[in-house]
């Protein structure tokens, strides 16, 4: 049961370490995507990174929730950024002993999706059990405005780095990052989920969540179009670098310049969720920031050649929507 009193501590420690975590992964992210982009200027490649990036939660998806919920959810999130760290460690190996291939980077972009596919939702189903009912909206702003300001800062960073660092030092310091997560997460003491019940087969607890989502009409309601959008937009983050590099003829800080816009959008709407909080029309504001998104996106597949500058000002519409709906979905659920 949350603590009035005392989940502030726990929770800005949690958020504290991923934020190291994710900056320095999204560091590395940037480094191994802008890697593609240069070397095989293809966006078969990027599209196939992409793939390989979303795949795990695809396949595991519909049962890693189950699954945390029978495991101790510190524990997942320990384990999930040590496999992020091997898998940064292993690669940087590769690159160090000139042996870096495509294959090698989609195998470590499958491992680090592997890794948040468990992490993000141990997170997420810690956060109602440490934080106050009244305070889960503005705890949700609050966590994804440090998300976002992850994220704005990371391709900062990635392209400094790639500027000083071989893309190997790159992937070091990501382990580095995980390490630190891993060191602000093992000392806690997290609430845990006290299940009475004996256990079932995971197909009975899925069946289980399942009926629970059917029975809530607003959430199935706000589910199937967020599916939709997801499926519509998550595709084309991966394909960003290429429209820069090939559309617009930017380099390295043009791509960095879009992906701060777009994590600047989604701090600003993340600061705004948790200052406010979510509002009696929440599902309205879900719509809109949908319909807002689709429009920004049609905008920047409309933009000329030398459009870079524009595009980089709809990233940020982009981001500020894409957070709109995201956080307020997430919030609902928990």
């Known amino acids: 049961m949350a603590d009035h009193s005392t989940w502030k501590r726990p929770f800005a420690a949690i958020y504290t370490g991923q934020a190291f975590s994710l900056v320095s992964s999204g560091a590395a992210q940037f480094a191994l995507i802008w890697w593609i982009t240069v070397r095989y200027g293809s966006g078969r490649a990027l599209a196939m990174a992409g793939i390989f990036g979303l795949l795990p939660q695809v396949l595991l998806g519909p049962f890693v929730g189950v699954w945390v919920d029978r495991l101790r959810r510190k524990h997942v ?3 999930a950024d040590a496999l992020v760290a091997l898998a940064g460690a292993a690669l940087a190996w590769a690159f160090f002993a000139g042996r870096a291939s495509l294959p090698a980077v989609y195998a470590a972009l499958f491992a680090r999706a592997l890794g948040s596919a468990f992490h993000m939702p141990a997170l997420q189903a810690t956060i109602p059990l440490l934080v106050p009912r009244d305070q889960i909206t503005r705890a949700g702003g609050w966590g994804s405005m440090v998300l976002s300001g992850s994220s704005m800062l990371s391709p900062v960073l990635g392209a400094a780095w790639m500027a000083a660092l071989p893309v190997g030092g790159i992937l070091l310091a990501d382990v580095a990052g995980a390490a630190i997560a891993i060191a602000t997460v093992a000392p806690l003491r997290l609430p845990e989920l006290d299940i009475d019940r004996p256990r079932r087969h995971v197909l009975g607890d899925l069946a289980d969540g399942l ?5 809530n009409r607003p959430l199935v309601r706000a589910t199937l179009p967020i599916l939709l959008a997801s499926l519509v937009y998550m595709p084309l983050g991966s394909l960003y670098p290429l429209m820069v590099f090939e559309a617009f003829g930017g380099t390295a800080w043009h791509n960095g310049l879009v992906e ?21 029309r929440r599902f309205w504001a879900i719509s809109a920031a949908i319909v807002a ?7 920047a597949g409309l933009l000329p050649a030398g459009g870079i500058w524009a595009f980089a000002a709809l990233t940020f519409v982009m981001g500020a929507t894409g957070a709109g709906f995201s956080v307020l979905y997430t919030t609902y659920i928990q």
């Open 77 to 79: 999130m320990i384990a």
């Open 211 to 215: 009926r629970a989502l059917w029975r």
């Open 260 to 280: 701060v816009l777009f994590a600047a959008g989604m701090m600003a709407a993340s600061a705004l969720i948790g200052a406010v909080g979510a509002g009696r």
């Open 293 to 299: 998104f689709g429009a920004a996106t049609a905008a």
